[in-house]
């Protein structure tokens, strides 16, 4: 069974341009997370889908990240514009239901200059 | 805001030495969860306990959440250098189906 794919693995980008990460989830896992890791420390949650609804986004920086899960599979998380500040590593995760084991993707390292 | 603090932050060992990281916090959760990771991957779930004063072992490692539901341990015995990466805790606050994670701890097994 493939896991958790996430492209691109690495995105250097100048402040103020925008970036979109890309995450297929595992074939018939319902919900997906996306995290944010900054160097060092552990991922914070930044938004938990349930199929294609958005359940807790609370931790979503809404001035600038926005973010989909068209019908229901892969989702894109996209930061527009970028600060210098949000370089860290971007982390989706899948799970079968909200009450399953996550599986994380290898994550997308993003380098803001 | 719920917090898990980890201890050491840093830590490392020569092959075959014990050793045992701690996870704390002042919020009650409903399980706790442990993973490790690797540079350049993302964490992969070790284990998760969901009762108080619970115990798991997986080969050399052995977890064990505190009996009020506030914090955890792992401990492994005869560190591999294979053990290195850094280790997470993870909390669930009763009544929601996200995780906190914690703070990390960076384990380096020298050979």
């Known amino acids: 069974e493939a896991g958790v794919v996430q492209s691109p693995r690495y995105k250097i980008i100048e402040k103020k341009q925008p970036v979109a990460f890309w995450c297929n989830p595992i074939?018939?896992?319902?919900?997906l997370y996306w995290y944010r890791q900054n160097l060092g420390q552990g991922p914070e949650l930044l938004i938990r889908?349930?199929?294609?609804?958005?359940?807790?986004d609370s931790q979503l920086p809404k001035d600038r990240f926005s973010a989909e899960r068209l019908k229901g599979v892969d989702s894109t998380l996209k930061i527009q514009p970028a600060e210098l500040g949000d370089s860290a590593v971007y982390l989706c995760?899948?799970?079968?239901?909200?009450?399953?084991?996550?599986?994380f993707g290898p994550g997308t390292r993003l380098t803001v200059t | 805001t719920q917090l898990l603090e980890q201890s050491p932050q840093f830590l490392s060992i020569q092959e075959g030495e014990n050793l045992t990281v701690y996870c704390n916090s002042s919020s009650v959760f409903s399980s706790l969860q442990w993973y490790r990771q690797e540079p350049g991957e993302g964490p992969v779930l070790l284990v998760t306990v969901v009762t108080g004063g619970e115990v798991k072992k997986l080969k050399r490692l052995t977890f064990q959440f505190g009996d009020a539901r506030k914090d955890s341990s792992l401990h492994i015995t005869a560190a591999q250098p294979g053990d290195t990466g850094l280790y997470l805790c993870?909390?669930?606050?009763?009544?929601?189906?996200?995780?906190?994670f914690g703070t990390g701890t960076r384990l380096k097994v020298l050979a």
């Open positions: 993870a909390g669930s606050p009763s009544g929601t189906y996200k995780y906190i």
């Open positions: 074939s018939g896992h319902n919900t």
């Open positions: 889908y349930e199929n294609e609804e958005a359940v807790d």
């Open positions: 995760a899948s799970s079968r239901d909200r009450s399953y084991e996550q599986y």
